[in-house]
């Protein structure tokens, strides 16, 4: 191999010497690059891969994705970096630039990756594309693991920097919405800072859900062999202040999926419902707070704070109604439920439901059946391990630490307080020993009066839809309006829905 590589070389030389004595210049320019430097110079032991832009006048995921993963390799010998930000990006968003190489290791592969573009010439659009270099014998273990691990990369980056975005039909369409949620949904970034560590909750619950979003999140290919939309519901339920919205924040926020949340008192039937639902965008959380009340959609307490607009609305509404005997265009839950099974299932992936209600024991037996939500979370008054969580979040202490904690824990323990008002508790003072000695004394009074039945029981707040929480007898549908009028059914929703966004 040695005695053929020098005599090729020697020959190298000899021709060149030739080429100098009768080539002119410039043709022996051309011939050095085109003709001698292929015949001459050994073969790289090295293979370059090419990751254009675009692929077919189609973005190129692959380029997307280094683009997006390189952001984490850049080394301190990367000497011209660029730097750019849109409207709804928090972070600035660095790449390298032009003519910078970054090398990374990925089980023992080696790589070099070379960021290239060409310059404008003419009616020449710019080219931009990444040489992605390594050793030949590598080239299956590249395209194969390598590449699947920049990829796999980049899309947990890419969560981690997605802006959570909130639709509700109450928000106005903003000028930079992109409209890719596109009907009549407005949209406000999600602020709520809620997270699956400010949460209070118990800690083997938590993980149960953390674990089961999780899950949800791989089983892509599983959903697809089993037949199953990659779809995931949930219940949560308990009493006001336990935590259900700050949950679905905290679940939006870890998944970085955006909230849809959707107030049904302002849908009139299930022709608008299923308009309004498949508006809604992948990688999102469908949200219906108080299922039990909110899907009173027409009977209504506050009729004369509506606008002119709505109250017209719902006037020719009620009126078409009366005047029509198809109820099936009239908003049930089993119309609810039923576009969940059916249509819902049947666009869109990795999507994920969330009903909330303070009634369980109301709900109708057709939301509660098996299979139709995937878990029922139990959201309820707060326990001495999940006051820790409140601790440290308002006080920055670890309560194993302070000696007011575990008589406070234990006290918690028995008795029914709210997350919520013992959060409002430990923001009474500065001083956190002051606060400690408040929470004992207002957990203590809590006790007694519930000892003496003086503190009405959270739940014992009445029934806000009766009659969306029985079946009707007939057809398993809801009863309509007309209908619940008849029955003399108290009006109003009877309890506060506290959204998201307050
Ligand atoms: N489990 C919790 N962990 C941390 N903070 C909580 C928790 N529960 C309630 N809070 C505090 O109380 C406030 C109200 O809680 P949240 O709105 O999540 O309760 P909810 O269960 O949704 O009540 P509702 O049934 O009235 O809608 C939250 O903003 C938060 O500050
Ligand atoms: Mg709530």
New binding site residues.
């Given amino acids: 191999m040695f005695s053929v590589c020098a005599s090729l070389s020697g020959f190298s030389m000899l021709f060149r010497s030739m080429l100098n004595d009768f080539v002119p210049e410039q043709l022996r320019s051309y011939i050095y690059e085109n003709v001698l430097g292929r015949l001459f110079t050994p073969s790289s032991k090295n293979l370059t891969l090419i990751i254009d832009e675009n692929s077919k006048y189609k973005r190129n995921l692959v380029y997307e994705a280094a683009e997006m993963y390189l952001r984490t390799k850049i080394g301190p010998e990367t000497e011209r970096l660029r730097v750019g930000k849109t409207p709804k990006q928090k972070h600035f968003i660095v790449t390298i630039a032009k003519g910078e190489a970054i090398r990374d290791t990925f089980e023992d592969i080696q790589v070099k990756w070379l960021y290239v573009q060409t310059e404008k010439a003419n009616s020449e659009k710019v080219k931009r594309y990444y040489e992605l270099t390594f050793e030949k014998k590598l080239r299956e273990r590249v395209l194969d693991s390598y590449l699947n691990h920049v990829i796999a990369e980049s899309e947990k980056i890419k969560r981690d920097l997605r802006v959570v975005n909130l639709y509700s039909r109450d928000v106005h369409m903003s000028s930079d919405d992109d409209g890719s949620a596109g009907g009549s949904w407005g949209c406000i970034s999600l602020e709520h800072p809620s997270t699956f560590e400010?949460?209070?909750?118990d800690p083997s619950a938590k993980k149960k859900i953390i674990d089961d979003l999780d899950r949800f999140l791989k089983r892509k290919e599983f959903y697809k062999r089993v037949g199953k939309a990659w779809k995931r519901g949930y219940l949560l339920y308990?009493p006001?202040?336990?935590?259900?919205?700050?949950l679905i924040a905290a679940m939006a926020n870890y998944l970085k999926f955006d909230v849809f949340d959707l107030d049904l008192s302002n849908i009139y039937d299930n022709g608008e419902l299923k308009r309004i639902l498949l508006s809604t965008t992948n990688r999102s959380i469908l949200v219906i707070?108080d299922i039990d009340c909110n899907a009173e959609v027409r009977d209504r307490e506050d009729e004369n704070q509506e606008t002119g607009k709505a109250r017209g609305k719902r006037k020719r509404r009620e009126d078409e109604y009366d005047e029509s005997e198809d109820q099936d265009t009239q908003l049930t839950l089993s119309g609810i439920l039923n576009f969940i099974d059916g249509l819902w299932s049947s666009f869109g992936d990795e999507r994920i439901i969330v009903f909330?209600t303070?009634h369980k024991d109301r709900l109708d037996p057709a939301l509660l059946r098996p299979g139709r939500m995937d878990m029922h979370i139990n959201?309820s008054y707060c326990t001495g391990l999940?006051f820790r969580t409140?601790v440290s979040n308002y006080l920055g202490l670890d309560g194993l630490n302070h000696p007011l904690c575990e008589e406070i824990e234990k006290l918690i323990d028995s008795t029914e307080v709210?997350?919520?008002e013992l959060?409002e508790q430990l923001m009474q003072d500065d001083d956190p020993n002051v606060i400690l000695r408040g929470v004992i004394s207002f957990v203590e009074k809590m006790k007694y009066e519930k000892s003496k039945g003086k503190v009405k029981a959270k739940e014992d707040v009445p029934a806000c839809k009766e009659l969306l929480t029985k079946k009707d007898d007939s057809c398993g549908k809801q009863s309509s309006m007309k209908n619940q009028k008849q029955a003399g059914k108290p009006k109003g929703r009877g309890m506060?829905r506290?959204k998201l966004m307050e």
């Fill in positions: 400010t949460l209070a909750m308990g006001p202040g336990t935590g259900k919205s700050s707070e909330t303070n959201m999940a409140l709210t997350p919520a959060a506060k506290q």
